[in-house]
C-alpha cells in the first residue's frame, strides 16, 4: 500500500473527497481551497489511494514550540467511513511516526473530540498518551475577548 503526499489540484480533489467526511461544514471546492491556503504554512496531507478514490488521509504540520519541541502535529485523520477498521488507519499512523522520526520531530500530537471513543481506543492502542485537555473558545457571533474584571482596592 503506498502513501502519497499530496502535491497537485487532482490529488487534492481525491483527497478533499475524503477529508470532507470528516470537516462536514466545507463542500469539495471550499476544501480544496482550504487545504491550499494551509500548504503555504507547511500543512502536508498524505494519503492511500484505492480505485481511484482516496481511502485513508492524514493532514499534519511540522513546527517547533516552546512546549513541545520540533513535533509533527496531526490535524487531520480520517479513513473512508466504509474501509474503517480494516488496518488502513494503523498503516497511516505507522507512515506517520516514521516520518516525523525523519523529519527529526521529538513527540506527534493529535487532539480528538471528547465523544470519539473507538478513535480513542485506536490511539491508545498505537502508543499515544492522553496528555492534556484540550480548551476553546469558538466565536458564534459572541465577543470572545472581555475586558478583565475592575480591580478592587
Avoid at 473512508?80 to 507512515?95: A, I, P, Q, T, Y
Amino acid at each position: 500500500m503506498e502513501i502519497r503526499i499530496a502535491e497537485v489540484d487532482a490529488d487534492l480533489e481525491i483527497v478533499g473527497s475524503l477529508l470532507i467526511q470528516l470537516r462536514t461544514s466545507y463542500d469539495l471546492r471550499t476544501i480544496i481551497s482550504q487545504i491550499k491556503a494551509q500548504q503555504k504554512r507547511g500543512y502536508t496531507v498524505a494519503y492511500i489511494k484505492d480505485d481511484g478514490q482516496a481511502i485513508c488521509a492524514a493532514g499534519f504540520v511540522i513546527e517547533t514550540r516552546l512546549a513541545w519541541g520540533k513535533h509533527m502535529y496531526i490535524e487531520d485523520l480520517i479513513t473512508n467511513e466504509h474501509r474503517r477498521s480494516s488496518g488502513l488507519g494503523k498503516v497511516m499512523l505507522d507512515w506517520l511516526k516514521s516520518y516525523a522520526q525523519k523529519n527529526d520531530c521529538e513527540q506527534i500530537h493529535l487532539d480528538s473530540s471528547v465523544q470519539n471513543f473507538s478513535a480513542h481506543r485506536f490511539y491508545l492502542r498505537e502508543g499515544f498518551n492522553i496528555a492534556s485537555h484540550h480548551f476553546s473558545i469558538v466565536n458564534g457571533n459572541r465577543q470572545i475577548y472581555t475586558s478583565p474584571p475592575e480591580a478592587k482596592s
